[in-house]
């Protein structure tokens, strides 16, 4: 993300302060009626999706988002001339975001048939991750990704399992029902083998014989008991990102103890001056 101060005093500065903060009135509400825009324009894409409604309202729906268009094009233009650097603005996930959410729009007037990319208006909604200021929880993003990465080989074991098992049982189940069950070839087999596993059962192929049936209630129990290991898996390196993030391996000098919190600066235990190589404030004192 660039940094985003700024440039020169008066108005742009001014203009500043309104759209990329939110600690004066007129900032919190110029980002309420964003929010409101925002929330409003994903509406419209959601309902012009509806055939019935888009054949009644369509004129109604054309307009408003033309409205919205050019508001947020007017509001990403503030942004850019409050800027040192628009250019690498442009080049952020915001700025993306931002040139994702009206280009669509514009682009169905110069291009044949862009009128398909209309869909991704609704990508309007993660402009809301700027107001609501979400991205400050990065942090606790970063310790999902490292916990993903860590439990990256075990997690990979685990589907590789899962797929061995899926192709035994997609091949077994494809040998011993007929093909008036569905079962018209291994491609076939192995997508009921995955819906079973998975719990999912949609019902639109199943075993009719007695071994069919049979098979598919291990592979049902199956799946109930493999669903559980990859949370158990994700869950214990994240227990372990979350220890690591809040607490150190130092021990203490004076009784061994290990795990104090980063910031800790007597053991908890015996209250002994953790830093080994500075000397206690309180003993200097004393």
């Known amino acids: 993300m660039p940094s985003l101060r700024p440039a020169g005093v008066g108005l742009r500065t001014r203009l500043f302060q309104i759209i990329f903060e939110s600690d004066t009135r007129l900032a919190k509400g110029f980002d309420l009626l964003l929010i409101g825009l925002i929330l409003v324009s994903v509406a419209v894409v959601m309902l012009d999706s509806v055939a019935t409604l ?16 050019l508001a947020f094009t007017a509001e990403l233009g503030l942004r850019l001339y409050c800027l040192d650097r628009p250019l690498r603005y442009l080049k952020s996930f915001y700025g ?18 862009a009128q398909s990319l209309l869909v991704v208006r609704i990508l309007r909604v993660l402009r809301l991750l700027r107001v609501l200021r979400l991205m400050e929880f990065l942090g606790e ?3 999902l990704v490292q916990a993903l990465r860590r439990s990256s080989r075990k997690i ?16 077994l189940i494809y040998l011993i029902e007929p093909v008036e069950a569905g079962f018209t ?7 009921w083998a995955i819906v ?31 669903l559980a290991v990859p949370t ?16 150190s391996d130092e021990a203490c000098p004076g009784c061994g103890l290990e795990g104090h919190e980063r910031d800790a600066r007597y053991c908890r235990r015996c209250g002994t001056w953790l830093d080994e190589e500075t000397e206690d404030p309180h003993r200097r004192e004393q």
């Open 54 to 69: 888009r054949a009644r309202h369509g004129e109604l729906f054309r307009l408003l988002e033309w409205g919205f268009t």
């Open 96 to 113: 993306i975001i931002d040139l994702l959410s009206i280009l669509p729009t514009w682009l169905s007037l110069l291009i044949p048939g």
């Open 141 to 143: 993003g970063t310790l």
């Open 156 to 171: 990979v074991l685990f589907f590789t399992t899962v797929l061995m098992l899926v192709t035994i049982f997609g091949s």
């Open 185 to 191: 070839s291994i491609p076939k087999a192995l997508y």
């Open 196 to 226: 079973t596993l998975t719990t999912v059962g949609y019902g639109d192929i199943t075993p009719i014989t007695p071994i069919g049936q049979f098979i598919s209630a291990m592979v049902m129990v199956m799946g109930y008991a493999i």
């Open 232 to 247: 158990g898996v994700f869950s214990a390196e994240m227990v372990r990102s979350i220890r690591e993030q809040h607490y």
